[in-house]
């Protein structure tokens, strides 16, 4: 009954493995395999696999591609080493975001240099076609689809680099953060790169969609006794919540600027020239009207995406973006956009379907991993 | 005394009714199933009713949260809240173990028949739990 849900090459491993399948941007993804809160202490305590195939991958070859890049995105491309990751925003002219991507700079073994786009798998066909819209001003770039051709996997958790460290002929423990590089693991070809979405050190892999259950298997099994895990959207949601990293739909949207979204260090603005550039300066100026906080509401009750956020006297200010209980803090934690001369308040209220609870406001992220 | 699950009544909505007494003076003990706590998953936050709260079939009496969603949770069967079992919300891991002894939310002293012909029983309710796999 996959009424035209994309499949990930990995699909077969994850029914095989008991996962709870649930359709997530036209992809049929795991929710979880066994349960979100043991899934989310195994990748803050060891490490834990994340399949997330569905993220777009695109590949941007040819002359003027890094010039194409820095008219799309919040950040300059040209310039950037080889190896180097950058992340960014993709705004309209009005500089609401499109999306927030990762773009690496890579060469394969034969020399060939090209730019690397991660997108997220609810935008991907939006950014597609507003790359190709550009394309006439930069007639010898081409641009590659590489999602179906390709699998992603992210291996994230205090263990991941140690465990994970003879798999690939480059030693990933040699690669700095935001940084990566092409290899191969027994001669299947890899993409590594240390990034990740969990507040957790660690890596993500694109690989081969045909090597993608091998690959997997591979870390798997290099992860066995450092007590590695499967685990599903359910956990990676509540992994970067913790981790205060913002998720399109919720924190970012076509409304929101990436100066609101609290996002002013990957925008730069400076000597530049970029689609929405004029706007987020304007912003930039003037100061945004409402900002991203983190907040700890009382009580068991988690307040989530929607609610509304009161100041002490009751007064609407803001709306709950995303929140849920944290395993990690074990009480609930939120996020919130509220009014720019509401946001350093000392004690909020979240009207949460109909009940209000008092919320105190706390620094984002609402954890961070200890410092090695 | 411990329940017998298969002789307890089942709402598609995936509470149980254990109906006990004479007509006339007959009282509804409520709670949800294993199925539906192990789709849950992950509980965190549950929500009951006050005592003396008169409840119609399929009227929200009260809701169940797991790390990933809300789920309201319906009355079966028409009458007064008479009883709530206030120390589950604080013990919600043991849901999970003991659905229809422990875990049950709710006592209503029926005020009619109304609801109850709607329920199915053990057998049906599982047919639907494997429909729904």
């Known amino acids: 009954m996959s009424n035209q849900l994309a499949q990930s090459p990995l699909d077969r491993w994850h029914r095989e493995a008991g996962a709870r399948m ?113 394309l006439d001003d930069f007639p010898k770039v081409t641009v590659s689809d590489r999602t179906q051709l390709t699998a992603m996997i992210a291996v994230q958790g205090p263990l991941a680099m140690a465990a994970i460290g003879r798999l690939f002929r480059f030693d990933p423990t040699r690669l700095q953060y935001y940084r990566a590089t092409i290899t191969d693991q027994f001669s299947k070809p890899v993409i590594l790169s240390r990034t990740g979405y969990t507040g957790e050190d660690g890596v993500e892999l694109i690989v081969r969609a045909e090597d993608a259950p091998r690959v997997w298997e591979n870390v798997m099994l290099a992860g066995r006794e450092h007590g590695f895990v499967a685990a599903g959207l359910g956990a990676r949601d509540t992994l970067r919540m913790e981790a205060a990293m913002p998720l399109y739909g919720h924190e970012l949207d076509e409304i929101i600027d990436p100066l609101t979204a609290g996002l002013r260090f990957a925008c730069t603005l400076k000597d530049r020239a970029f689609i929405g550039d004029s706007a987020l300066r304007e912003i930039d100026r003037s100061g945004p009207a409402k900002k991203r906080i983190g907040l700890l509401p009382e009580g068991k009750r988690p307040a989530r995406q929607g609610c509304e956020v009161l100041d002490v006297n009751g007064d609407s200010i803001g709306v709950v973006t995303s929140g849920g209980p944290s395993p990690t803090l074990g009480k609930p934690i939120a996020m919130a956009f509220v009014s720019a001369h509401h946001a350093d308040d000392s004690e909020f209220k979240i009207d949460i379907r109909g009940k209000t609870v008092r919320a105190m406001p706390t620094p984002l992220p609402f954890y961070q991993r200890p410092s090695t | 005394m411990t329940r017998d699950e298969s002789k307890l009544l089942y709402a598609a909505t995936h509470e149980w009714a254990a109906i006990e007494g004479e007509s006339g003076d007959r009282v509804a003990t409520i709670g949800i199933s294993g199925f539906a706590i192990e789709q849950l998953n992950d509980l965190v936050y549950m929500d009951l009713p006050e005592v003396g709260r008169s409840v119609a079939p399929g009227e929200e009496f009260g809701e169940v949260e797991s790390v990933k969603a809300v789920s309201p949770m319906y009355s079966p069967v028409a009458g007064e809240v008479l009883e709530v079992h206030s120390e589950l919300p604080d013990q919600l891991e043991k849901l999970n173990d003991d659905p229809i002894n422990f875990g049950w939310m709710i006592k209503v002293r029926l005020s009619s028949d109304e609801g109850i012909d709607q329920l199915m029983d053990h057998e049906a309710y599982q047919k639907q739990c494997a429909e729904s796999q």
């Open chain 1, 22 to 134: 649930v359709p997530f941007a036209g992809y049929d993804m795991p929710l979880q395999y066994s349960s979100i809160v043991a899934e989310h202490e195994a990748c803050r305590t060891r490490a834990a696999l994340f399949d997330v195939s569905h993220m777009g991958r695109i590949r941007f070859d040819g002359e003027g591609s890094e010039q194409l890049l820095d008219h799309l995105l919040t950040r300059r491309v040209s310039g950037m080493p080889v190896g180097a990751v950058r992340y960014a925003l993709i705004c309209n002219s009005d500089g609401g975001v499109l999306d927030d991507v990762l773009v690496s700079h890579l060469e394969t073994p034969s020399g060939q240099r090209y730019h690397l786009m991660v997108v997220n798998a609810s935008n991907h066909k939006k950014i597609l076609s507003w790359v190709t819209a550009q």
